[in-house]
């Protein structure tokens, strides 16, 4: 069995024992688990992408987004500079993504 699969499912039980659990240590499952899950889903999105196997552009322009919203958010950035800042780095990072792809499904399909 795959590794990604293993880690979504692992991750998956994780998510459902933490919130099962409740409180403190509960919280800390759960968040392991989501981010357990969410890491190997944007691994399995990546590894097709760069295979010219199916477009995740978006999905994988949207992680350096929201990097940049949580580390905007820390340090205390005006909420009104947020979202175009967002915006702005998941076009920029959209762009050659999808552009990325259509190389490699072209080269694939020779």
């Given at each position: 069995?795959?590794?990604?699969?293993?880690?979504?499912?692992?991750?998956?039980?994780?998510?459902?024992?933490?919130?099962?659990?409740?409180?403190?240590t509960g919280t800390a499952i759960l968040i392991v688990g989501l981010l357990l899950g969410s890491v190997?889903?944007?691994?399995?999105?990546?590894?097709?992408?760069?295979?010219?196997f199916r477009s995740h552009a978006a999905v994988l322009a949207g992680l350096p987004a929201a990097v940049?919203?949580?580390?905007?958010?820390?340090?205390?950035?005006?909420?009104?500079?947020?979202?175009?800042?967002?915006?702005?780095?998941?076009?920029?990072?959209?762009?050659?993504?999808?552009?990325?792809?259509?190389?490699?499904?072209?080269?694939?399909?020779?």
């Amino acid at each position: 069995m795959p590794l990604t699969e293993i880690a979504v499912g692992v991750g998956l039980l994780m998510a459902v024992g933490g919130f099962l659990t409740g409180g403190r240590t509960g919280t800390a499952i759960l968040i392991v688990g989501l981010l357990l899950g969410s890491v190997a889903g944007f691994e399995q999105a990546l590894r097709e992408h760069r295979a010219g196997f199916r477009s995740h552009a978006a999905v994988l322009a949207g992680l350096p987004a929201a990097v940049l919203v949580g580390l905007l958010a820390l340090v205390g950035a005006p909420g009104v500079v947020i979202p175009p800042a967002a915006v702005g780095l998941l076009i920029a990072c959209y762009l050659p993504l999808r552009s990325d792809f259509s190389r490699r499904q072209a080269d694939r399909d020779l």
